[in-house]
């Protein structure tokens, strides 16, 4: 399984962008996705899940901002961000759970894209 995020980049704090992850190699017909980020110097955190059932969870800095979808026909995950602040500023990873075995934030993934720079300024 190959995960391949694109997306990042730098906007003014209120602004939005929407950050994908292409999913390649993944056979199963269930699954459990995630977006997770990481300050400077710190452990990475989880931001969205989403499993095969439209199931989603967040973090609860960015309820109501974020929004975790998968579109099953392109095998992309995406995190649309809005209202963003310049404490959203991190490296986002696209991440996956494989095989899967239930789906949350409290679930340890295993599968990591290379990470997305997202820089908000004020």
């Known amino acids: 399984v190959q995960l391949a995020e694109s997306g990042g980049g730098s906007v003014q704090a209120g602004g939005s962008l929407k950050l994908s992850c292409v999913v390649s190699g993944y056979t199963y017909s269930t699954y459990c996705m995630a977006w997770y980020r990481q300050f400077p110097g710190l452990p990475r955190e989880g931001v969205a899940t989403?499993?095969?059932?439209?199931?989603?969870r967040y973090v609860e800095l960015v309820k109501g901002r974020f929004t975790i979808s998968y579109d099953n026909a392109k095998n992309t995950l995406y995190l649309q961000m809005n209202s963003l602040r310049p404490d959203d500023s991190a490296t986002y990873y696209c991440?996956?759970?494989?095989?899967?075995?239930?789906?949350?934030?409290?679930?340890?993934?295993?599968?990591w894209g290379k990470g997305s720079l997202v820089t908000i300024s004020s």
């Open positions: 991440a996956s759970m494989v095989p899967p075995n239930g789906c949350g934030l409290d679930y340890e993934m295993n599968v």
């Open positions: 989403i499993d095969e059932l439209g199931g989603t």
